[in-house]
């Protein structure tokens, strides 16, 4: 009862602060839980959830009898009843008014016959729980009522007060702390980033680490860089093309055994030479297949990073044949 008569209220409330577009689609009621999908082309936002459930334990606050009024179809159709689509009725219908709104009118009025609380009061509490997308143009709220209600709002403040003592802060403290948190992980991991990067470039390498070499009159850079995060490659791609001024750049990142490699063309190069291209021929010897990007840099990736000098030498191979 306090369910169903719960959900009459929330269809009222999503049609007065979301549209009149709004119509039931389908709806499931037990003890202390409901669960009700209507009409909605988008998510409802988080601030929207929260005025709806105010409105409906407003609604619950007054305490208003529910009132049940026999009628024809007809009669509580004009009388503003709600009546689902596709729902065959009798010559006679059971309509359930509830609640009011500011003005003094009856907050909803629908058909139904099943049954519900004798005052609004009895629904003790909503709490809508989750909102979610059910099918395309139709969206699904669950919530709890009653007990259900109160032990749910339990069970999330034990979890609040377990967050906040293992975080050593009060509760109402919570989000700054864990901001606080974010932002200094965050800082960490771009500092432990740079140090790995400056660790590969310090550590052994092949290729031409002293400084590049000429492959068929092109200025070629090659290094294979061990444990360096491969999103680090575009960046030190980057920067070794602008250190060559004018050349080609390969630089393969080796972690647990897999290979990512990165092929940079400076601009006037790649009216001849395609980053495209050059990555592909160092993929396959990787034993990974195609790569993409842009003539002037292209990645890719492949399983076998022992083949990772292999790889820088088949490029080569490539730019002088």
């Known amino acids: 009862r306090r369910a169903h008569s719960a959900t009459h209220l929330l269809h009222a409330a999503l049609r007065r602060r979301l549209g009149t577009h709004v119509t039931q689609k389908g709806s499931y009621v037990g ?14 936002s988080a601030a929207e959830l929260a005025q709806i459930e105010a409105d409906v334990n407003a609604q619950v606050l007054g305490n208003r009898p529910v009132s049940t009024t026999l009628m024809t179809p007809e009669d509580a159709i004009a009388a503003g009843a709600m009546a689902l689509f596709g729902e065959k009725y009798g010559e006679e219908v059971r309509v359930l008014a509830m609640g009011a709104d500011d003005g003094g009118d009856t907050y909803s009025v ?16 909503l709490k809508i729980t989750s909102e979610s997308a059910v099918a395309s143009g139709v969206r699904r ?3 709890k009522t009653g007990v259900g209600a109160r032990e749910w709002l339990n069970e999330r403040e034990a979890l609040l007060l377990d967050a906040a003592g293992a975080l050593k802060a009060r509760p109402e403290d919570l989000p700054a702390r864990v901001a606080t948190l974010v932002d200094e992980r965050k800082r960490l991991e771009r500092e432990l980033a740079d140090a790995k990067k400056a ?29 360096l995060d491969p999103k680090a490659l575009r960046g030190l791609i980057d920067e070794t093309k602008q250190a060559l001024g004018s050349g080609i750049a390969v630089l393969i990142a080796v972690n647990e055994g897999r290979a990512s490699v990165a092929v940079g063309v400076t601009d006037d190069l790649v009216a001849t030479r395609s980053a495209v291209d050059l990555v592909r021929v160092a993929a396959a010897a990787l034993g990974g297949q195609g790569g993409g990007g842009r003539p002037d840099m292209a990645q890719a990736g492949g399983p076998d990073g022992a083949n990772a000098e292999a790889a820088i030498a088949a490029v080569k191979a490539a730019l002088a044949g």
Do not use: M, W
């Open 110 to 125: 629908e058909l139904c016959g099943g049954t519900h609380v004798a005052a609004l009061g009895d629904i003790g509490l």
């Open 199 to 227: 660790l590969a470039l310090a550590g052994p390498a092949t290729g031409a680490k002293a400084g590049p070499e000429t492959v068929n009159g092109i200025a070629f850079q090659g290094q294979v860089l061990e444990g």
């Open 31 to 44: 003890e202390d839980y409901l669960r009700f999908d209507f009409s909605h082309p988008k998510a409802v």
């Open 141 to 143: 709220i669950e919530g």
